[in-house]
């Protein structure tokens, strides 16, 4: 008998049952993808450096990692012929297109700069790259350019014996990601135990369509729909003769592999007009910047599009997993911890665990048999719970979609393990539950109205009278009237917040002059006050939705972190975190406004589908920079 490598328990396998269900909502990844300890020293080795790195590897790796990078040094020549006119010069960017693609299709910007972008230019290679209407274009194929890096690439002194299409074309392709359980087919194997760092290799819709179509059917159209960042728009015949396809048509066992043989961690991202590869640090997947180097962007590529069973492939993942993480990585203390009052939890006779659903199964005191399973859920929750049957019974199948349970702050600052935990003993007292969440009433009211199962519900609490079952509904019905009065005073309270106080707050951020400092300051009743140096701008902060919508208001109009006390009891006035203005935004403020209604979307939500907001939120904020000048009226005062 072995100890789990997750949580320490005494285990036959590798890892228990429960850290084989929630690792991969913990660490973003299904550990059958996790390779061993000793593949990744030895692949850490190779580059010579250690398990546990903390500083910046990139020149190791490319000093240790030559591998040839032939596949993209076969320059297409394109005669003058094949232009109209004279062909277009070549390409290039200035400060103001870089301002123009930065702040996306609805900059109000320079005609000028537009204009060049569109015009274009010509790659070293002869390709034909253009920008319209927020999208790169490479010889009329829309594609991610990461422009910058770009920049400084064809700038190199071998620039012109590049193949610089099929190096684009190929690096949009590692970007791609196809979520292996999309769409509706998500709604009966969502519980799977991939992880949201998981896709299918995206070479498979090249090499084996007919997996894809046991997802999607035969429209690829679908799949688009269901997975935006699969470039669906890159014709097969432009890569067939690059090394690394010619690597899966060589693989003998391509045509015996099923689904769960494609699946593969994220490798690379464009973002910002740059390139970064995804790493795992301890448990956490971040992603480290690529140095504009054509060698060693070009090597890693070939690696990632390369298949699953080759050495190229395995050496990535291997550093992917465990150049950033220290050996014999396992489960944090408060993550194990957490697993354990979760297992101690098990032993109660009506919770039982699904291992092949990778869910929960709670019976609550309703009839109503509940399941929980850990992944992303509704409003960024961290797991997903559904009505699964009542007294065994079917339920109506308006009742089995997913319940909308956002977690509290309180909730939220727990693992895992422990949230998990806490939500099934709710559950376990479903009836008391459905008091707090009123998103359970449905199903508990449909479980208690029917005389079966309120006969049910009535052996189940065995020494309690039926007369004070009455009563006790009677009393809750009076209840419930003097709920919904507060409730709604309530909902118009926070329908103004969401509507015209945190728009009033975000023209004011805009407004103000470079080099204003604004501060948080814990109050004594709770929450925070937001306050603006030198203005009578105010507005406390009392929860985490409105705290994480001020710091994204923060982040997207130039306001830049100075001061970070969390722990300081002795900063004066209470002050525990300080912004001060440093820059303009730089961002398409139409899709930050998108942003904000999505982060006050479940302050306004009631019973996931009742909206107290007449209209979209976001159409209540600004989506155009006015620059710096005087505040709007009635906002240089509390807003609150």
């Known amino acids: ?24 909502a913990i660490g973003g ?46 320059p297409r020549k394109i005669p003058d012929s094949h232009w109209i006119t004279d062909p277009p010069g070549r390409w290039f960017l200035d400060d103001q297109m870089k301002e123009e693609i930065e702040n996306g299709r609805d900059f ?11 015009r274009g230019g010509i790659l070293p290679d002869g390709s034909y790259l253009t920008w319209a209407n927020g999208q790169f274009l490479l010889d009329g194929i829309p594609i991610s350019v990461p422009y910058l890096t770009l920049e400084k690439l064809v700038q190199q002194d071998d620039a012109d014996q590049i193949d610089w299409r099929s190096f684009l074309l190929s690096l949009n392709i590692a970007c791609s990601r196809i979520v292996p359980n999309p769409g509706r087919i998500q709604f009966m194997e969502r519980p799977r135990r991939y992880g949201k760092q998981v896709s299918l290799h995206p070479v498979i819709r090249y ?17 688009n729909r269901h997975n935006r960042d699969v470039n669906l728009s890159i014709p097969k015949r432009l890569i067939e003769q690059l090394m690394w396809f010619r690597r899966w048509t060589n693989s003998f066992d391509i045509q015996d592999m099923r689904r769960n043989d494609l699946l593969v961690c994220k490798t690379f991202q464009i973002r910002r007009g740059r390139i970064y590869l995804y790493m795992r640090q301890e448990m ?26 080759h050495d190229d492939f395995q050496f990535l993942r291997c550093l992917q997993y465990g150049l950033l993480t220290s050996e014999d990585t396992a489960l944090s203390e408060a993550d194990a911890k957490g697993i354990e009052f979760l297992r101690s939890i098990l032993n109660n006779d009506r919770v039982n665990l699904d291992r092949k659903k990778s869910i929960f199964l709670v019976e609550g005191v309703s009839g109503v048999t509940w399941s929980i399973s850990p992944g992303n859920g509704p409003h960024g929750s961290r797991f997903r719970v559904r009505a699964n049957s009542v007294n065994n019974g079917n339920m109506p199948g308006r009742l089995t979609e997913g319940v909308c349970i956002v977690e509290t702050p309180e909730l939220r600052g727990l693992v895992l393990g422990d949230a998990i935990g806490t939500i099934i003993l709710s559950l376990l007292d479903d009836v008391t539950a459905s008091r707090e969440i009123e998103t359970l009433e449905p199903a508990v ?4 109205n029917g005389q079966r199962q309120e006969q049910n ?33 309530e909902a118009e309270e926070i329908a103004i917040r969401a509507t015209v106080q945190f728009p009033r707050l975000w023209s004011v951020l805009l407004r103000l002059p470079l080099g204003t400092t604004l501060t948080f300051t814990r109050q004594d009743e709770g929450g925070s006050l937001v306050q603006i140096q030198g203005y009578a701008t105010t507005i406390n902060m009392r929860n985490e939705i409105e705290e994480e919508l001020v710091n994204e208001m923060l982040n997207s109009s130039g306001w830049i972190l100075m001061a970070d006390l969390p722990n300081d009891p002795n900063h004066p006035h209470g002050i525990y975190r300080m912004y001060t203005r440093q820059e303009h935004p730089r961002q398409n403020l139409a899709n930050v406004a998108h942003r904000f209604g999505e982060i006050l979307e479940p302050m306004i939500t009631i019973g996931q589908r009742m909206r107290i907001a007449p209209a979209p939120v976001w159409t209540n904020f600004e989506r155009r920079d006015p620059g710096v000048g005087p505040l709007p009226p009635n906002t240089d005062a509390p807003l609150d």
């Open 29 to 74: 990844t299904t550990l059958q993808l996790v390779p061993e300890d000793h593949e990744m020293n030895s692949a850490v080795s190779r580059i010579g450096l250690r398990r546990g790195h903390k500083g910046i590897f990139w020149s190791e790796l490319d000093v240790n990692f030559k591998d040839s990078i032939d596949w993209i040094k076969s």
């Open 108 to 118: 109000d910007g320079d005609f000028s700069a537009r204009r060049r972008l569109q």
């Open 207 to 223: 090499i084996r369509p007919e997996i894809i179509n046991e997802e999607f059917g035969r429209e690829l159209a679908f799949l």
């Open 284 to 309: 956490k997947w971040k992603t480290r910047r690529i140095p504009a180097n054509l060698g060693l962007i070009s090597r890693l590529l070939n690696c990632a599009l390369s298949p699953i069973s």
């Open 445 to 448: 009211r449909f479980a208690l």
């Open 457 to 489: 519900f009535l052996e189940r609490l065995g020494r309690r009278a039926g007369r004070e079952y009455e009563l006790r509904n009677r009393i809750a019905e009076r209840e419930v009237i003097l709920e919904m009065d507060r409730r709604r005073a």
């Open 1 to 24: 008998m072995s100890s789990c490598k997750g949580c320490g328990v005494s285990e036959e396998k590798d890892f228990c049952e429960l850290c084989d269900i929630l690792m991969p």
